[in-house]
């Protein structure tokens, strides 16, 4: 690799040596300026085993050997938060926490206030008063448990995140060791979201793959949602995916219908394949022919030839045959040999209604 040399003055260091030192020392040496030779060379920042997204104006650099990362960089990765006392010229590292909204708490501090003034109010006034005290001080103490429980929950749904995370990675695990080698493919998942929405990342051998058949792919992808269904953590998220290449090339999609069957995308434009299918058989045999294609659901496409009648009964059997059998390969092809259901019909072109051969 060709390292990128860039001289550069550093006059405050904001990033994190990752081969080095973390200096914390609370006596400071006065501000001063070195100029330093940074190497640029293209560095990686891995975190789990997955890369982090650097921003170009934050890439990581060397320096006598030593390797520095923005702290920012670092922080975005583990879910921390990061600032800068400019005052202080001081770093803070805190974790993100899930508060109380201020305007709830606010809201329900002034309520709280409002009945306190009332109850002083009634204190002062005569002893018949004393129902109305007791009912605004059942009031005061059924707001204070309301903060109490808005507390309790966001403590909970901190946990739960915990939670979810962890058996996520526990699922990812298993299988990866269940499907890690499924047909030779060399298969790796990854499995990122949330506890009711899950997406799930392959990346294969793409020649393997490739030489994989379409419903040995499919058994693959409908045993993956079915294990992260069978966990109970997962049981009713909705389930999609993408299985890449191992240069994360999009191969192909997937989502799950309500049924829980594996449905599977393409990036296939059918109008495209229709009008090569008019290039290439508009003509046939000296007979003049028009394809419309249609895909009615994931699993099908159905091809439409429309020919005058007189000319059509001039094709033998078996050249009609031919024809069709070379429009559904086509299709096939296009779609990357995907299994779906290739349906065919030749109609007299004056009378769309009569069908003059059929192909299935």
């Not at 890369?51 to 702290?71: K, R, S, W």
């Not at 006034?125 to 903060?147: E, F, H, M």
């Not at 966990?231 to 909705?238: L, S, W």
């Amino acid at each position: 690799m060709k390292l990128n040399k860039k001289p550069m003055i550093i006059a405050a260091v904001s990033a994190l040596a990752v081969s080095g030192t973390i200096f914390a020392n609370s006596t400071y040496a006065s501000d001063a300026t070195k100029q330093l030779k940074a190497v640029y060379a293209n560095i990686k920042v891995m975190y789990n085993n997955q890369a982090v997204t650097v921003d170009a104006a934050q890439e990581p650099f060397m320096i006598n050997g030593t390797t520095y990362v923005p702290l920012r960089v670092l922080g975005d990765a583990v879910g921390k938060k990061v600032t800068w006392n400019n005052t202080d010229k001081a770093v803070s590292i805190t974790d993100t926490q899930t508060q109380v909204p201020q305007s709830t708490v606010d809201a329900l501090n002034a309520q709280i206030q409002s009945l306190q003034l009332q109850l002083t109010n009634a204190n002062t006034q005569s002893t018949g008063k004393d129902t109305t005290i007791s009912q605004l001080q059942a009031q005061v103490n059924d707001l204070n448990s309301q903060i109490t429980s808005l507390k309790n929950q966001l403590a909970d749904n901190s946990s739960s995140s915990g939670s979810v995370s962890s058996a996520m990675t526990k699922l990812q695990t298993a299988l990866n060791n269940s499907y890690g080698d499924y047909r030779s493919t060399g298969a790796s998942i990854e499995l990122t979201g949330t506890q009711s929405a899950v997406k799930v990342s392959i990346r294969v051998n793409e020649t393997s793959w490739n030489d994989t058949s379409s419903s040995s792919r499919r058994t693959l992808l409908q045993n993956i949602v079915d294990d992260i269904h069978d966990n109970t953590t997962f049981k009713n998220a909705t389930i999609s995916g993408t299985v890449y290449n191992k240069n994360s090339t999009k191969l192909m999609s997937f989502t799950v219908n309500n049924n829980n069957s594996v449905v599977i995308g393409s990036n296939v434009d059918l109008t495209t394949v229709q009008k090569n299918l008019n290039n290439d058989y508009g003509t046939y045999r000296n007979i003049k022919l028009s394809i419309e294609l249609s895909n009615d659901n994931d699993e099908e496409i159905v091809f439409r030839v429309y020919a005058n009648k007189s000319d059509w009964n001039l094709l033998t059997d078996n050249q009609g045959t031919s024809l069709m059998s070379s429009i559904a390969a086509d299709i096939d092809a296009a779609y990357s040999n995907m299994g779906k259901k290739i349906y065919g019909f030749v109609y007299d072109s004056s009378n769309r209604s009569t069908i003059l051969k059929r192909y299935n």
